[in-house]
């Protein structure tokens, strides 16, 4: 009788622990997706392409453009949060209130470098860190003072 009960606990705990690791992999595939598809390719982005500029009527006509197809060809890939900045987003570019468009991607930009940094977490990889700004700004300085010395 007891080898049959400790076969069907065996059992029992096997699929409960199977059906969280299936879970746990789904949700993983699933943020990896988000981060890939929508949130990485809109930071490199910025890096890369703005020069600085974080006001969007700033930008030229193709770079808006390239914007504006990254976040709605992936708008299914936003948080919540996001989309509601992307409808008025929209909104607002639509009517041509260059304000709005550019206060609200500015809002968008700061959703998505949280959003970004929150994934990178959750993807074990380095998110950004604050708490590593006066080390590098030490470094620096240090970096600067020593070639004035030479």
């Not at 910025?46 to 709605?72: A, V």
């Not at 987003?89 to 304000?99: N, R």
């Not at 809002?107 to 708490?131: D, R, Y």
């Amino acid at each position: 009788m007891l080898p049959l009960f400790t076969s069907i606990i065996s059992l029992v705990i096997g699929y409960f622990f199977s059906k969280f690791q299936q879970h746990y992999s789904e949700k993983r595939t699933r943020i990896s997706e988000r981060f890939e598809k929508l949130y990485a390719p809109f930071e490199k982005m910025i890096w890369l392409r703005t020069k600085g500029t974080f006001c969007f009527s700033d930008l030229d006509p193709q770079l808006q453009q390239d914007f504006i197809e990254l976040l709605f060809n992936n708008y299914e890939y936003a948080d919540s949060k996001l989309k509601i900045l992307l409808m008025h987003f929209k909104w607002s570019y639509d009517s041509k209130d260059f304000q709005g468009s550019n206060d609200n991607f500015f809002l968008i930009m700061k959703q998505i470098s949280a959003a970004f940094n929150l994934l990178s977490k959750k993807l074990f990889l380095e998110p950004f860190s604050l708490k590593e700004v006066n080390t590098v700004l030490k470094d620096l300085e240090d970096l600067e003072n020593s070639r004035k010395t030479l």
